[in-house]
């Protein structure tokens, strides 16, 4: 009955710091991607124009 608690005990302690260190949670690719990253990623996918894409690329490089 004892060791039942203490395991108990043991795997709360283990999700908490899953959680803290977000190794549960899946991270998303934008988490793990710059924002230039980003930004080539969407006009590969043709999602941005060519002059949009200049255009937001100026602007990150004067940051």
């Not at 908490?16 to 190794?23: A, L, P, Q, S």
């Not at 690719?29 to 941005?48: D, H, N, V």
Request: hydrophobic fraction near 35%; glycine fraction near 8%.
């Amino acid at each position: 009955m004892m060791f039942i608690g203490l395991l108990l005990i043991g795997l709360i302690v283990f999700w908490g710091f899953r959680e803290r260190d977000g190794y549960y949670h899946k991270s998303s690719r934008s988490q793990m991607e710059s924002p230039l990253e980003i930004l080539k990623r969407r006009y590969a996918e043709g999602t941005l124009t060519r002059e949009e894409f200049q255009n937001m690329r100026d602007e990150l490089n004067h940051r």
